[in-house]
């Protein structure tokens, strides 16, 4: 089975220019999450989808971030534009069974580094 | 404050030992998953406790949720360089959604051969 595929997996740009983050889940998956992970901390949640339906949104900075999941599948994380502060860990995920539990399966991520 | 409190926040152990790392809730634990994350790399799943006085063991590997459900701890038996990497523990908190994981900061755990 294919595991959580995000691209790309580095990227650098200058502050003020745009960002943007692909994810694709385990297929039939249909809860789908993003993260951010800073240095030495923990993931936290920006953005949780179920289907194409961005269900919980509080966590992500709306003045900056965007994100979609146009056919309830793959999904884009934007970034316009990147601050210095944005430089992280971006972290995809799915939800789904395996051995009779649910839990959240990780993508590699996308380092960013905003210079 | 911190909702999930790791300890300690790294250790080094020579290959062989035996090691314990501890996750502490400041809420009831609904769900408690451990997760090992190596450099560059995602969070792979390791194992997820749900019930109080829970244990569950994979390998080497031991984790326990206490009756409480507000603390768990994970076990390694004979350490091998090969569970070097950061240890996170996530949960599942009271007062929020129930799909929503809450995560430590992680415990970096080297082990020298």
């Known amino acids: 089975e294919a595991g959580v595929v995000q691209s790309p997996r580095y990227k650098i740009i200058e502050k003020k220019q745009p960002v943007a983050f692909w994810c694709n889940p385990i297929?039939?998956?249909?809860?789908l999450y993003w993260y951010r992970q800073n240095l030495g901390q923990g993931p936290e949640l920006l953005i949780r989808?179920?289907?194409?339906?961005?269900?919980?949104d509080s966590q992500l900075p709306k003045d900056r971030f965007s994100a979609e999941r146009l056919k309830g599948v793959d999904s884009t994380l934007k970034i316009q534009p990147a601050e210095l502060g944005d430089s992280a860990v971006y972290l995809c995920?799915?939800?789904?069974?395996?051995?009779?539990?649910?839990?959240?399966?990780f993508g590699p991520g996308t380092r960013l580094l905003v210079l | 404050s911190q909702e999930l409190e790791q300890s300690p926040q790294s250790l080094i152990v020579q290959e062989g030992k035996n090691l314990t790392i501890n996750c502490t809730s400041s809420k009831t634990l609904y769900g408690l998953y451990w997760y090992k994350q190596k450099y560059g790399e995602g969070l792979i799943f390791l194992m997820m406790l749900q019930k109080g006085g829970e244990e569950k063991s994979h390998e080497k590997i031991t984790a326990k949720l206490d009756e409480k459900k507000q603390q768990s701890s994970l076990h390694i038996t004979a350490s091998q360089p090969s569970h070097a990497g950061i240890y996170l523990c996530g949960a599942t908190l009271s007062g929020a959604g129930s799909y929503q994981l809450t995560f430590g900061k992680g415990t970096k755990l080297s082990v020298i051969p």
């Open positions: 989808y179920e289907n194409e339906e961005a269900v919980d």
């Open positions: 297929s039939g998956h249909n809860t």
């Open positions: 995920a799915s939800k789904g069974w395996r051995g009779g539990e649910e839990t959240q399966y």
